[in-house]
């Protein structure tokens, strides 16, 4: 008996096998019933089936293999989605996801090979057979990993955005408690400590929300108006030294320097690179800007041991650091600065792009002067 006959043939003692598996990885308390266990092993058993009896070329076998069959993929998507999704909601982990496939595909072919089917014939439906397990199992998991990951950015979206309140709040009271004359100068140093610390948590409370808000597929909002890059490099150099009153920055200004940019996104953008060569670098910091030709280049460079090649590539993803800092002031970030800074580069039509050696670091971002 072919194994797709098999499979058909044999449907209600596959499925019962598959459930039996399947309640036992539930988790305690998981409203997860038989029967929905139960259809979802027949929908995933009855389209591999389905599959099995279509003809296949040698060329849409190797295409299969390397993932590339959009026709294939998008005939189980719905089995596999729904299959992702219920699980999911119903606590199990991805290591769960996985383990049930694999018990079923040891539990077909063990029952099917019990009747000793034709050798040569039954190696190539094992191979048809593992390829349709296999198509709706990557298809599953990276259902599931992409819920999940949509899960944990709406949580810390939310989380982001319901801090503000709270925070804006403290830096309110703040500013209140400094222009109060009666406040002791032991007070007022307190309440300066209070006000850095709120302001970095801001800081760090917006980082989060541009990341949550692109990872969840919006765009970076940003407010093109007149601007100058000169004047906006000098406005971050200086909030950089305030922080940071041993930091030694150099402007180097040339060119035709105004623009139309979003003012407030580039200033981020620009201590977060300042920010960054003062934690990671040594010596003096360089910030060339430059204006030419319709473009405008700004450079921020500086000295230190150079960022390790194998970090290079992942410089500008999220939540990742080359190396701890080697300078005091206030408390690293989350690991979002350069992500940031990639962000508003492509909002405002640039790039950002690092080179590092021996001889120090350079990064540099490239932008039109009137982004579109």
């Given at each position: 008996m072919g194994l797709a006959d098999f499979i058909e043939g044999d449907l209600p003692g596959l499925i019962d096998d598959w459930a039996e598996y399947a309640l036992a990885l539930s988790q305690e308390g998981s409203q997860l019933s038989e029967i929905q266990l139960?259809?979802?092993?027949?929908?995933?058993?009855?389209?591999?089936?389905?599959?099995?009896?279509?003809?296949?070329s040698p060329m849409q076998q190797q295409s299969k293999s390397r993932g590339d069959n959009r026709e294939l993929e998008n005939s189980f998507d719905r089995v596999a989605h729904r299959h992702a999704e219920e699980r999911l909601s119903h606590g199990f982990g991805i290591n769960d996801v996985v383990a049930e496939f694999r018990a079923l595909r040891a539990t077909v072919l063990r029952r099917w090979l019990r009747g000793s089917p034709?050798?040569?014939?039954?190696?190539?439906?094992?191979?048809?057979?593992?390829?349709?397990i296999d198509q709706v199992l990557a298809e599953s998991v990276r259902h599931y990993a992409y819920r999940t990951a949509r899960i944990h950015d709406l949580f810390a979206?939310?989380?982001?955005?319901?801090?503000?309140?709270p925070l804006g709040a403290i830096l309110n009271s703040g500013e209140v408690l400094l222009h109060d004359e009666s406040l002791s100068p032991a007070g007022v140093r307190a309440v300066a400590f209070v006000q850095r610390g709120a302001m970095r948590m801001k800081q760090m409370i917006d980082d989060l929300l541009i990341f949550t808000r692109t990872r969840l597929g919006d765009a970076m909002p940003?407010?093109?108006?007149?601007?100058?890059?000169?004047?906006i490099c000098g406005d971050a150099a200086d909030e950089v030294r305030a922080s940071y009153p041993d930091a030694h920055i150099d402007l180097r200004l040339?060119?035709?320097?105004?623009?139309?940019?979003?003012?407030?996104?580039?200033?981020q953008l620009m201590v977060n690179?300042?920010?960054?060569?003062?934690?990671?670098g040594s010596g003096p910091i360089l910030v060339e800007a430059k204006g030419q030709d319709g473009q405008i280049s700004v450079v921020v460079s500086n000295q230190g041991d150079p960022i390790p090649q194998h970090a290079l590539p992942t410089l500008f993803d999220p939540l990742t650091r080359a190396s701890s800092p080697?300078?005091?002031?206030t408390a690293a970030g989350i690991?979002?600065?350069?992500?940031?800074?990639?962000?508003?580069?492509?909002?405002?039509?640039?790039?950002?792009?690092?080179?590092?050696?021996?001889?120090?670091?350079?990064f540099t971002v490239h932008m039109p002067r009137s982004p579109v």
């Open positions: 139960r259809d979802s092993a027949a929908e995933i058993l009855t389209s591999i089936a389905a599959d099995m009896r279509d003809a296949q034709d050798s040569a014939a039954a190696f190539q439906e094992m191979i048809r057979f593992n390829e349709a979206g939310v989380l982001a955005h319901d801090l503000r309140s940003v407010s093109f108006t007149p601007q100058e890059m000169g004047r040339a060119g035709e320097l105004q623009g139309r940019w979003d003012g407030s996104r580039l200033g690179l300042l920010t960054n060569a003062v934690r990671y080697n300078r005091s002031g690991g979002l600065g350069l992500y940031i800074c990639r962000c508003i580069a492509n909002a405002h039509q640039g790039t950002i792009s690092v080179e590092s050696s021996e001889r120090g670091t350079r």
